[in-house]
Structures are given as structure tokens and as C-alpha cells.
């Protein structure tokens, strides 16, 4: 079974510059993280584990959309980003709809271990229609979904994500000693 990969960059990262200047996920991660952008280190963290990862920008955004295309993502731009993570979402599962599942990570959580990916995307493959990485009691992302969920995923709106169909099925959960699982730059101390 292959698992497509879909990378979320398409947030403003209010919270990171309420203003809008600084991108967060252009920011140097420091030389303990391997001094990659946060993207970057993202993406390569996916890249390692599966052969096609989609990459979904915000309109507007071609530093990060060329970065992530030099890298090997597929990049796809998301008109209605601003509407919430939902639309992103939508719009890579749209893009491979024909794809046996998904793993769906975060632009800016880049201390995401590639065993753990491994790990959600084998739960799938044994059968599991979604796993989701669990640190120290706490869930975490990535997120892995079969195929099974694709009309829920296409539905999805707003700004929750797929956090509504966690909620309502059941999820195969992995216990792992990752703390990158829950961790994402959020603020310019996170860096």
C-alpha cells in the first residue's frame, strides 16, 4: 500500500508575527535541528519515509512553494487558505484522490522523527483506517488515514482540520518516544 503524504504550509503564523512580515516557516532552525528552514526540515522528514509528498501553499506564498518544489514535494496552492486548515486539507486530498491512504503532517513541526512516520503509515498499511502518534499520553501529528475515510476528508470545512473525524472514529493509536509529535512553531521562542 502506498500512503501519499501531504504537508500543510499554507498558515499566516499569526501567532508567530501577528503583523505578517516574518514567515515562520522560513525561519532557521538552530544548528542542533541541522540549520535548515522549519519547512524544509519538515518536508525532508517526510520526504525520507514516503516517495510523494504534496505540499499545499497559500496563494501568494512562492518562497516557501519554490523551496518545497527544489525539496521534491508536489506543491499545490490553496486559494482558500484563509478559510481555514480544512481547505488545505480538501485540497491535497482532492489533488490524489486515488491515493490507498494518507499521511498528513504540519509545515511547522519539523522535529517529527521519520520512524515515526514509518510507524503511523505501517499501522495503516496492517489495516488500521486512521493512527495518530501518541507522546507521553499526549496525541500528537502526523496523522495517518486509509482510503476508507476519503468522503469525510473531501467534506471537511472550516478551520479544524480533520480534528472532527478523530473525534467521532475510532483511531489507532501509536506510542511513541518523539517528542516532536507535539511540538510546533507556534511563537519565535519555539525556535
Known sequence: MALVG?????????????SGV??????????????????????????????RVVAVVR?????????????????????????????????????????EGWLVGLGDMPHVQPDTMRALVATIERGARIAAPVFEGRRGNPVAFSAYHLPLLLALDGDQGARAILKSHAVSEVVVDDEGVVRDIDTKQDL
Open 6 to 18: 501531504i504537508l500543510l504550509a499554507a498558515g499566516r503564523g499569526r501567532r508567530f508575527d501577528p
Open 22 to 51: 516574518e514567515n515562520k516557516l522560513l525561519q532557521p532552525l538552530g544548528a542542533d535541528d541541522g540549520g535548515d528552514v522549519v519547512v524544509a526540515a519538515s518536508a525532508k522528514n517526510m520526504l525520507a519515509v514516503l516517495s
Open 59 to 99: 496563494e501568494g506564498d512562492d518562497k516557501v512553494a519554490a523551496l518545497l518544489g527544489r525539496l521534491g514535494c508536489e506543491v499545490r496552492v490553496c486559494a482558500t487558505a484563509d478559510m481555514g486548515m480544512a481547505e488545505s486539507l480538501t485540497t491535497a486530498i482532492e489533488y490524489t484522490k486515488g491515493a
